[in-house]
């Protein structure tokens, strides 16, 4: 009887851990709070402009170059095309068709990515008492040209996400989860660099 007794306490504690065990992420906050948005006008006269994104994402792997695929590219036109729409100062060209736009945004995502197997093992093997933990770290480099092509202004943000596994996490996936922390920042510096271009007239 004790026997089985002890066999079902463990079989409960290790059904507790694997339920309790979550992963999250949070942002390190590299990238200072926005306070305002969407932006204001540059001035009282200014129109909705015509702008065409172009956008590019490229991935590393502890220091090593990889194929990004297309889940980073496919957040970061998302995400991009969001922030010029909700700012309320743009309207994006419908690439099937022909158009001269007043501006060309050229976006391009450095995810440089740091992953440290021994501790996601370590995690792992410890029923995830021990903390994993992985970041990334996500640079936006902005170039605004003019519809003739002259460039305007190169902006470069970026921001940390930090992800973690490990125990009583489980409660914080549904609002942490990797994919939806990482799009809050790239939308974020979106946000950042349509405002810094704002302040130095950029955008007339």
């Not at 992800?163 to 799009?183: E, G, H, I, N």
Request: charged letters at 25%; one cysteine or more; a neutral charge.
């Amino acid at each position: 009887m004790r026997r089985h007794a002890r066999a079902f306490y463990i079989i409960f504690v290790f059904l507790v851990l694997s339920l309790t065990y979550g992963c999250a992420s949070y942002r390190a906050w590299d990238l200072p709070r926005i306070s305002k948005w969407p932006p204001t006008p540059p001035s009282s006269e200014y129109s909705v402009k015509l702008i065409k994104l172009v956008t590019g994402a490229e991935l590393t792997i502890n220091g090593k170059a990889e194929k990004s695929g297309g889940l980073l590219l496919n957040m970061v036109s998302l995400k991009t095309e969001e922030a010029y729409l909700v700012s309320g100062l743009f309207r994006v060209a419908d690439p099937r068709y022909e158009y001269q736009p007043d501006y060309v945004i050229e976006v391009r995502v450095s995810d440089r990515e740091t992953v440290d197997p021994s501790s996601m093992l370590l995690s792992a093997l410890t029923l995830f008492i021990k903390e994993g933990e992985m970041t990334d770290e996500y640079t936006l480099h902005t170039t605004i040209k003019d519809r003739n092509g002259v460039v305007l202004g190169n902006f470069e943000k970026s921001e940390t996400v930090v992800y973690k596994q490990r125990l009583w996490l489980f409660f914080a996936m549904f609002t942490r989860l990797p994919d939806v922390v990482s799009k809050e920042a790239l939308y974020d510096l979106n946000c950042a660099t349509i405002n810094e271009a704002l302040a130095k007239g950029v955008f007339q």
